[in-house]
């Protein structure tokens, strides 16, 4: 029987806000069970990556920080690990601080979130650190800042990103809440690239790998996938790199796909 594999998002596709559904639990569950290789792919940090996947009884490499890092956790090592360059790293940190923004900035242990205002931590997912100012709060470069706030994004994209070429990534993904968080990464940081690491890794070829996501920073994974699956409530342009479209994640997207894999394929 020729391997398979299932590279799964998270925000938007696999969890609805901040929950795993019952119903998307379940399915994938049966997929592993069936045979199926589980990488949970997500722009999130490893240490949430690892969560879903044990919860969905995968010990299978993870993608996390939309692709910057796929990490092993059978060897309890990386994979692949990508940052951002330290000039432009520095520069962004400062203009977070310096600006009303939500930044989610994931270095190599630490996540760190900076916000105006303490919040309150017993709703924010761990292991999220809140701080007052990014800039010198952890030595490490970061793999990815996530970042809400059109005012700090256009900084960042008009007045820092020009100035390093091709070397950082910039793309939209979906948050929790549902609304545009703008991810800056590495410039060899992309889930398609990390699948094909993870894929090498587990012995399986990309083209038997089903690839489920619902935003710009999945469509590198749809296009090294063999199949790929837009949640009904992706944007047009992600739809169209996907070879079917399922429901939208609130209406249990991956459930639904994975239950016709599993019966009559897709």
């Known amino acids: 029987m020729r391997k398979r594999a299932l590279a799964i998002d998270l925000d938007g596709t696999l969890l609805i806000g901040e929950d795993l ?3 998307n639990l379940a399915a994938v569950r049966r997929a592993v069970a069936a045979g199926y290789t589980l990488f949970v792919a997500t722009a999130r940090w490893r240490h949430m990556a690892l969560d879903v996947a044990a919860a969905c009884g ?3 490499p993870v993608i996390a920080c939309s692709g910057a890092e796929v990490f092993d956790p059978t060897r309890s090592e990386d994979l692949f690990d990508e940052r951002l360059p330290e000039s432009f790293a520095a520069a962004l940190l400062e203009v977070c601080d310096a600006n009303r923004c939500v930044a989610t900035v994931t270095f190599s242990e630490r996540v760190l979130l900076k916000l105006d205002g303490e919040p309150d931590m017993s709703r924010v997912a761990k292991p999220i ?3 007052r100012e990014l800039t010198g709060a952890d030595q490490s470069l970061p793999r990815i800042a996530a ?9 960042i994209r008009t007045e820092l990103v020009p100035s390093f070429g091709d070397a950082v990534q910039v793309a939209d993904s979906i948050g929790p809440n549902g609304k545009i968080i703008v991810t800056y990464t590495g410039r060899r940081a992309d889930k398609g690239r990390a699948l094909e690491v993870a894929c090498d890794a587990t012995g399986i070829a990309p083209a038997d790998v089903v690839a489920f996501g619902d935003a710009e920073n999945d469509v590198s994974m749809f296009k090294v996938a063999g199949t790929a699956v837009a949640m009904g409530q992706a944007d047009d342009e992600t739809k169209s790199h996907a070879t079917f479209v399922s429901r939208p994640n609130t209406e249990f997207g991956v459930a639904y796909a994975i239950d016709r894999l599993l019966t009559t394929g897709l």
């Open 58 to 60: 995968s010990p299978d």
């Open 129 to 131: 650190e809140w701080v």
């Open 147 to 155: 970042i809400q706030g059109s005012r700090v994004n256009e900084i």
């Open 21 to 23: 559904p019952s119903e």
